[in-house]
């Protein structure tokens, strides 16, 4: 088959091209370096062209809530009309665990919106929802580090390896479109405090972590970033991940 994957050459992009090229398909990388945009169609035809699948993991370059709404939307326009020109039988999408049970969180909305477009383009679809990824514990202690304390607060994570991530969708890729959700996540539960203490334990640097609700993008959140009963969980654990990082 040929699988366009938009966001190919990021984090999860990269992994999802290369394994199913080594599962014999061809797979297209589609992001602004490669010559494509979403936002604008340019390249999005020729790329396109005889395609089976599309796969989407690209991300909004902020998490500011109209800028990533504009992002998201717009591409989402874009794509489907290329889509549906180009007769792609298969759209998978990567989203977020419990995105839809965070009030007033902007980026999440704007997630919303998407999965709202796949659902209304009317193009067979997959959703793939997966947890936090086990590579944002340290931007995200980066940004809630103040001099040589790391202030995070105790909010609940079942996060997960992006290599596990990126096999979840490879695989919806090659499979039938479900029309539905499918949500991973790792396969044990932290608090993001003891995430960052982990972190540093593992590979020390002078910070300590303080236990701090109201501090980073994470405090206050409801209690739904772990998923429910029935989430997959994936093998990797974070500590196995910390030694080969």
């Known amino acids: 088959m040929k699988i366009v994957v938009v966001g190919g050459t990021g984090l999860i992009g990269s992994q999802v091209v290369a ?3 080594a599962a014999g398909h061809q797979a297209v990388p589609a992001a602004p370096s490669t010559g494509v945009s ?3 169609g340019e390249g999005l035809a020729e ?3 005889a395609a089976d699948v599309v796969v989407d993991v690209s991300n909004s370059p902020s998490f500011d809530i109209e800028a990533a709404l504009d992002f998201f939307t717009r591409s989402a326009r874009t794509l489907f009309a290329a889509e549906k020109e180009a007769g792609v ?3 998978v999408a ?3 665990v419990g995105v839809d049970q965070v009030p007033g969180y902007g980026y999440y909305e704007a997630k919303i919106a998407q999965e709202k477009a796949v659902r209304d383009s009317g193009v067979p679809y997959s959703l793939v929802r997966a947890t936090q990824f086990f590579e944002f514990v340290a931007p995200v202690m980066d940004l809630s580090t103040e001099g040589t304390r790391v202030r995070l607060p105790s909010t609940r994570l079942r996060p997960i390896a992006s290599a596990d991530v990126a096999s979840a969708v490879a695989e919806a890729a090659q499979g039938r479109p479900s029309n539905g959700i499918r949500n ?4 044990e539960v932290y608090r993001l405090d003891r995430l960052g203490e982990m972190t540093l334990a593992a590979k020390p640097d002078g ?3 303080v236990t701090d609700e109201t501090a980073g993008p994470f405090a206050g959140m409801p209690d739904v970033l772990t998923g429910d009963d029935t989430a997959h969980l994936a093998a ?3 500590e196995e991940w910390l030694k080969q990082s």
Do not use: D, K
């Open 207 to 209: 910070r300590t972590v």
């Open 47 to 49: 790329t396109l062209a």
């Open 89 to 91: 039988r298969h759209h």
């Open 19 to 21: 394994l199913l090229r």
């Open 184 to 187: 991973i996540a790792g396969p």
């Open 236 to 238: 990797t654990r974070f």
């Open 38 to 40: 979403t936002l604008t």
């Open 94 to 96: 990567l989203s977020i």
